[in-house]
């Protein structure tokens, strides 16, 4: 059963931003650190946008990524958060979040972004 649920996708203009979010209903959503991904049209596989850990206390991004996105956790609401920022036509993607270590499987559903004029 999918244990994580990604919301907050939709369209946006280039230079826009956006908050996902991925609530978890599996157990212990706390003592994990979390991730987002991200899957382009006509990809096959999910690209790492970053991580944070258990705690919240530290983020990880890829290069590419820092300074435009930001990874936040409220463990009390079982809640991971991506903001997303000066958004381009390539951030077109369907995000997702997983846990890092044994991730869920399935994955869930995804929220879709497009980014267009």
């Known amino acids: 059963q999918v244990q994580v649920e990604e919301s907050g996708g939709g369209l946006v203009q280039p230079g826009g931003s956006l908050r996902l979010s991925c609530r978890s209903s599996?157990?212990?959503?706390?003592?994990?650190?979390m991730a987002w991904y991200r899957q382009e049209p006509g990809k096959q596989e999910r690209e790492l946008i970053g991580w944070i850990s258990h705690n919240g206390a530290s983020t990880n991004y890829r290069e590419v990524m820092k300074g435009r996105v930001t990874i936040s956790r409220d463990n009390a609401k079982s809640t991971l958060y991506l903001q997303i920022d000066n958004l381009k036509t390539e951030g077109t993607a369907v995000y997702y979040c997983?846990?890092?270590?044994?991730?869920?499987?399935?994955w869930g559903q995804g929220t879709q972004v497009v980014v267009s004029s």
């Open positions: 997983n846990r890092v270590e044994t991730p869920y499987d399935p």
């Open positions: 599996g157990s212990v959503f706390s003592s994990f650190a």
